[in-house]
């Protein structure tokens, strides 16, 4: 298999892993807490390199999994405790854990070549040399098999748990009252989170693996409101930001994690912008449109009220909106020719009549503005 494949299978594979959960950390907004661990697994490295009496990959994965759990129990802890919210509760543990682990590190192991990439960070660059190795035979690339079986973790958790981690994550309430635990719920969902960011380090790094679990969730929010489309845009738009990344590095010569990583930006940006209903586009679009649609009420509403009256010939000509409405010209005509498309009212010369549409229109207008 060559290196070219094995980095673009390794990039795709972790970001499914990561896409598969993100939509729940986006939606129980603890996005964050995937950095967080990040910080805080160095007490775990250092507990796995002492009692492996050296650099070990297993030993090293297993502590920092054991540190990334005790940090979700640990902000879990002291969000119940109701004097903490959840953003602080992160910033007060995990630089705790990390300066943990900085400080036995300098202590005990100052003289000792102790690097996180040696233990547990890797570089998607040299993925396809990292082999894994059974009784000395070479099985192939190690990223790809840690990955693949993240992957299928992720799968069959969140396939098996979708309706208890559905309802927890809407409804905890509802969940407690159903017999199901949110908490435990929670801590299985942190559980396999902390598993699924410290195994993909070993392929990516943490930069990018932060990346992959937060900004293709959020951009999938971006564009659906319904979750399983989310969970499926979330993996689709991961697996494209790892392709269209790696494609980018090649043609620019650049960091493949990098450009990863950039590549969700940019997704996420061109969703920010544009999605159909939660883009700032769309958003521009409904207000202008909510605007023109108050405006013609207005319109109609001020002609009703000097139907009839000794004002109408000159509270109904064209040329008086804008000095009576304080209108520009130009938004005006605009408004005129809205309500002349929805036969709301006829324009004879400068005059303006509403038809019988646009008077039932302007008395139910007019009738909901009294009720307020």
Not at 102 to 126: C, P, Q, R, W
């Amino acid at each position: 298999m060559s290196s070219a494949i094995v980095i673009l299978l390794t990039g795709v594979l972790v970001a499914v892993a990561c896409a598969l959960l993100g939509a729940f950390l986006i939606l129980r907004r603890m996005a964050m807490m995937v950095d967080a661990i990040s910080h805080a697994i160095l007490p775990g490295l250092v507990a796995g390199y002492f009692l492996a009496q050296g650099p070990d990959l297993l030993a090293g994965f297993a502590g920092a999994v054991l540190a990334a759990v005790l940090t979700v129990s640990l902000v879990e802890a002291l969000q119940n405790t109701g004097r903490v919210g959840g953003e602080s509760a992160i910033g007060i543990v995990f630089p705790a854990m990390f300066a943990l682990g900085t400080f036995v590190v300098s202590k005990y192991f100052a003289n000792v070549h102790l690097d996180a990439d040696a233990i547990l960070y890797g570089n998607i660059e040299f993925a396809a040399f990292d082999l894994l190795y059974i009784n000395g035979v070479s099985l192939g690339p190690q990223s790809l098999w840690m990955m693949s079986g993240l992957c299928l973790m992720n799968l069959l958790f969140v396939g098996l748990l979708y309706k208890e981690l559905k309802l927890a994550t809407f409804d905890p309430g509802l969940a407690a009252a159903l017999g199901f635990s949110p908490a435990l719920i929670h801590y299985a969902l942190m559980t396999v989170v902390s598993i699924t960011t410290v195994g993909a380090f070993t392929a990516v790094g943490a930069i990018l693996v932060v990346a992959l679990f937060v900004v293709p969730a959020a951009t999938a929010y971006l564009l659906t409101d319904r979750l399983p489309v989310m969970i499926l845009l979330a993996v689709a738009l991961g697996a494209l930001s790892a392709v269209c990344g790696y494609a980018v590095a090649i043609v620019l010569d650049a960091s493949v994690a990098g450009s990863i990583a950039s590549t969700t930006g940019v997704l996420f940006g061109l969703a920010f912008l544009f999605a159909p209903q939660h883009g700032l586009v769309a958003r521009a679009r409904r207000l202008q449109r909510q605007r023109l649609e108050f405006a013609v009420q207005t319109l109609l509403v001020h002609l009703l009220n000097h139907e009839q009256s000794a004002e109408q010939q000159a509270e109904s000509a064209y040329s008086h909106l804008s000095g009576e409405l304080r209108w520009h010209p130009p938004f005006a005509r605009r408004v005129t020719d809205a309500a002349k498309r929805a036969t709301l009212l006829q324009q004879h010369g400068d005059m303006l009549n509403l038809t019988e549409a646009g008077r039932a229109e302007a008395e139910a207008a007019r009738a909901t503005d009294l009720q307020r």
